[in-house]
């Protein structure tokens, strides 16, 4: 019996894993994958029958415009059965793929898309010498704001910030949240100060948004913290500067952004 591929793999260590567990696409996954079991179980059947028409005496007692009539039958079954397979193969590897590299309740990169494209990005610019800015964004005093109002107004201030974010940042950047509350802006081609004057832009557009509560609009803002990548350091180094920034900026009195030493 062959062993499984690298995409079977990767949907037993998926279905295996714990932090995937109360994902909406767990259930589907979970059928898609029965199916696929079913679906080889059959075509395993079909090469057995297939097998059996081979023997001596089954051949005597067909023609062989007969035999070739069913065997060309039967390929064509199998042939529409692994069609069908390969484009639920080819939708579950795009679900999983989504599942993997998106934040399910903004639907912006998460930490495993970012720290990528941060590594990425950061050797591009080493090998051609250009600027990399990062910016660690944390909405101010959001523990209030879920204790005050409840888990489903914090949800609705996150995704209202993230459309802040996706209108204010460039085309080329890449917004992702890092986790909780706390999401980073990967800026490449920009340098700390040019950064700053995007990022403060962004600060304005927060600092404005209303969110609903009742009859009442709940005000939100946010403190950023700005570090350009060094060449002597890794990417991680200058999310550390950025977070050390993104605290001073807390210390400062919040709702601004601050440059890394």
Same mark, same amino acid.
């Given at each position: 019996?062959?062993?499984?591929?690298?995409?079977?793999?990767?949907? @037993?260590?998926?279905? $295996?894993?714990?932090? &995937?567990?109360?994902?909406?696409?767990? !259930?589907?996954?979970?059928?898609?994958?029965?199916?696929?079991?079913?679906?080889?179980?059959?075509?395993?059947?079909?090469?057995?029958?297939?097998?059996?028409?081979? /023997?001596?005496?089954?051949?005597?007692?067909? /023609?062989? $415009?007969?035999? &070739?009539?069913?065997?060309?039958?039967?390929?064509?079954?199998?042939?529409?059965?692994?069609?069908?397979?390969?484009? +639920?193969?080819?939708?579950?590897?795009?679900?999983?793929?989504?599942? /993997? *590299?998106?934040?399910?309740?903004?639907?912006?990169?998460?930490?495993?898309?970012?720290?990528?494209?941060?590594?990425?990005?950061?050797?591009?610019?080493?090998?051609?010498?250009?600027?990399?800015?990062?910016?660690?964004?944390? @909405?101010?005093? &959001?523990?209030?704001?879920?204790?005050?109002?409840?888990? !489903?107004?914090?949800?609705?201030?996150?995704? !209202?910030?993230?459309? $802040?974010?996706?209108?204010?940042?460039?085309?080329?950047?890449?917004?992702?949240?890092?986790?909780?509350? =706390? &999401?980073?802006?990967? +800026?490449?081609?920009?340098? $700390?100060? +040019?950064?700053?004057?995007?990022?403060?832009?962004?600060?304005?557009?927060?600092?404005?948004?209303?969110?609903?509560?009742? %009859?009442?609009?709940?005000?939100?803002?946010?403190?950023?913290?700005?570090?350009?990548?060094?060449? %002597?350091?890794?990417? /991680?180094? *200058?999310?550390?500067?950025?977070?050390?920034?993104?605290?001073?900026?807390?210390?400062?009195?919040?709702?601004?952004? =601050?440059?890394?030493?």
């Amino acid at each position: 019996m062959r062993g499984p591929s690298p995409l079977e793999q990767e949907v @037993i260590n998926l279905l $295996a894993d714990p932090q &995937f567990e109360g994902h909406p696409l767990k !259930e589907a996954l979970s059928q898609l994958w029965g199916a696929h079991h079913d679906l080889l179980g059959r075509i395993e059947r079909i090469a057995r029958v297939s097998d059996g028409y081979q /023997s001596i005496a089954r051949e005597r007692e067909l /023609s062989l $415009a007969a035999r &070739f009539d069913k065997q060309l039958r039967q390929l064509e079954k199998v042939a529409r059965i692994s069609d069908r397979y390969q484009m +639920m193969m080819q939708d579950l590897n795009a679900s999983l793929r989504e599942a /993997s *590299t998106l934040d399910t309740l903004t639907g912006i990169a998460n930490r495993r898309l970012l720290t990528e494209r941060l590594r990425e990005e950061s050797e591009r610019a080493k090998r051609y010498g250009r600027p990399l800015a990062v910016v660690m964004l944390d @909405i101010d005093r &959001f523990k209030v704001i879920n204790d005050e109002y409840g888990h !489903e107004v914090g949800d609705r201030v996150l995704i !209202e910030v993230v459309r $802040a974010m996706e209108s204010e940042i460039r085309e080329h950047d890449l917004c992702g949240r890092w986790g909780g509350e =706390e &999401f980073l802006i990967l +800026m490449p081609e920009s340098s $700390a100060e +040019m950064a700053c004057t995007v990022i403060r832009r962004l600060g304005d557009s927060i600092a404005a948004l209303g969110v609903r509560v009742n %009859d009442d609009l709940l005000g939100v803002t946010a403190s950023m913290g700005i570090a350009e990548l060094r060449a %002597d350091e890794t990417y /991680s180094s *200058t999310i550390n500067r950025a977070d050390i920034a993104l605290l001073r900026a807390k210390r400062s009195g919040r709702n601004r952004c =601050e440059l890394a030493d």
